[in-house]
């Protein structure tokens, strides 16, 4: 009896065994990706720190037969793989996100928008990598997207100014961080807010106003309610007037021409806490008609009168609503 042919069979069968179970794995893996196709994209790859990151994940059925996007054991059908573009993961802070379940149609596409920054660290400047995995049911397996790279930086201070919560507000009695930032990317420059909260420092809005031209300053104060206003020349001869409440939520978002003989628009703040705009002449594209009809008796378009709040025409939009 040869006990060594005997026994070195044994491995080799061992090992065959592993070949074809992996080959197996693999193969119903492809045959998942194949039936269902993930596709993760983010808003930019870009953020000034604290800026929302959304990632907008889009489930395509191909399985031929409607399915069921659900998780095991009715836990989250959807996940993410955070890391530096090191490789160093970066751990979910607190809940991550729960997708219910939902049934997807054979040949439907399904589509989900996740704001990254509320369930993972992503505040420090640096680069990262993220990819989305969806659970197939079908083969008990997750399957992921490909992996998407995005930068994150800081801002430059420009204007910064504490304030406390007025009484019969919530949190009245605490104390914000308004913060003004200037951010520069290979085509434009961009005015960002920041509101933060000042005794936990923890960051509650950061987002851009809009476009910045910086042949003139911003201009930045507070109001009788301590909300701040922010006025800039957003395009030429164009500026835009917006007021932010201390929790980071934009409350008026107006537009104002440069118009001749009326000066160019600027912040005034009035003895009872009233901040005003004076000069120039509010825009708003639907009154552009009838502005045009009355323009050949109100030469130089501006009366270089103080406009207040209360007196914004009725339909203009508002944002941040």
């Known amino acids: 009896m040869n006990l060594f042919s005997q026994n070195s069979s044994r491995p080799l069968a061992v090992l065959a065994a592993a070949i074809a179970a992996v080959a197996a794995f693999g193969c119903l893996l492809t045959q998942a990706s194949a039936q269902l196709m993930v596709d993760m994209k983010l808003n930019k790859n870009l953020y000034v720190a604290y800026e929302p990151i959304t990632a907008e994940i889009t489930v395509s059925n191909r399985a031929g037969r409607d399915i069921v996007l659900g998780g095991p054991a009715g836990s989250s059908w959807l996940n993410f793989d955070v890391a530096t573009d090191q490789g160093e993961p970066i751990l979910p802070v607190g809940a991550t996100p729960i997708a219910g379940s939902t049934v997807l149609g054979a040949g439907k596409s399904h589509t989900i928008s996740v ?14 990598r993220v990819k989305a ?29 504490v304030i406390g919560i007025p009484r019969g507000q919530p949190e009245a009695g605490s104390y914000r961080h308004y913060s003004l930032l200037i951010f520069r990317d290979t085509e434009r420059t961009l005015l960002y807010v920041r509101v933060r909260d000042q005794k936990s420092k923890r960051v509650l809005a950061t987002y851009s106003l809009g476009r ?6 911003p201009q930045a104060t507070i109001d009788g309610d301590n909300r701040l206003h922010v006025l800039f020349l957003g395009a030429p001869r164009t500026y835009t007037h917006k ?29 009872s806490g009233k901040v005003q705009v004076a000069g120039g002449s509010i825009h708003d594209p639907a009154l552009a008609a009838e502005a045009l009809a009355h ?27």
Do not use: C, H
Request: aromatic residues 10%; glycine residues 16%; without cysteine.
């Open 115 to 128: 704001s990254l920054g509320k369930y993972y660290a992503l505040g420090q400047p640096r680069n990262y």
């Open 243 to 271: 007021v932010i409440n201390y929790g980071g939520e934009t409350l008026l978002s107006d537009v104002y021409k440069d118009e001749p003989g009326a000066g160019s628009p600027q912040l005034m703040v009035g003895s």
């Open 133 to 161: 995995s969806v659970y197939f049911a079908g083969t008990g397996q997750y399957i992921g997207s490909r992996p998407s790279l995005f930068g994150v930086t800081d801002a430059r201070l420009i204007w910064q100014q």
């Open 212 to 217: 910045l031209i910086e042949v003139r300053d």
């Open 295 to 321: 323009s050949a008796s109100q030469e130089g378009g501006g009366t270089g009168t103080i406009r207040k709040l209360s007196d914004r025409p009725e339909g203009l939009p508002f944002t941040g609503e």
